[in-house]
């Protein structure tokens, strides 16, 4: 890890922030954060993909069939990044404001398709643009798993 803190809360010590993936206010909050930020590259869209996965994990959509098939695009899309040796930038102060109820399907996929706006620009213009371009696919078959396209 290098110290660097990731997605999943963890930061140079190795503590877990508690509230992360239990908390809804704060998964929307880091989601706003992350969508009024988004701009292309790989690491954010790295992270929005790994938001995503987290948005998933929430009830009552975790044990959803359209969830676990979801989750297993989103986890293609994130090694096909990892592999090329992108790593996730620290997320974002989540926003004030966040409405305090369940993660549904549309937050998570207003999520994954912040993420395919932020991969495909990177297809034309990274030196090796086949990571990104199989990270949006993947990303794209996740959104079809939720309804979306």
Do not use: K
């Amino acid at each position: 890890m290098n110290g660097e803190t990731t997605q999943s809360g963890a930061g140079p010590t190795g503590e877990l922030d508690p509230s992360y993936g239990v908390d809804p206010v704060r998964w929307r909050g880091v989601a706003a954060a992350r969508l009024e930020a988004v701009q292309p590259g790989l690491a954010a869209g790295l992270g929005l993909l790994y938001h995503a996965l987290a948005g998933l994990l929430f009830d009552p959509l975790a044990g959803d069939r359209r969830a676990r098939t979801a989750r297993t695009e989103i986890t293609w899309a994130v090694a096909e990044l990892e592999f090329a040796g992108v790593r996730e930038a620290p997320p974002p102060t989540p926003s004030s404001g966040a409405r305090a109820e369940p993660v549904g399907w549309e937050d998570v996929r207003q999520v994954l398709r912040a993420a395919v706006e932020t991969l495909y620009p990177c297809v034309e213009t990274e030196p090796e643009p086949m990571p990104a371009a199989r990270a949006v696919i993947h990303t794209r078959m996740a959104l079809t798993a939720l309804g979306d396209g």
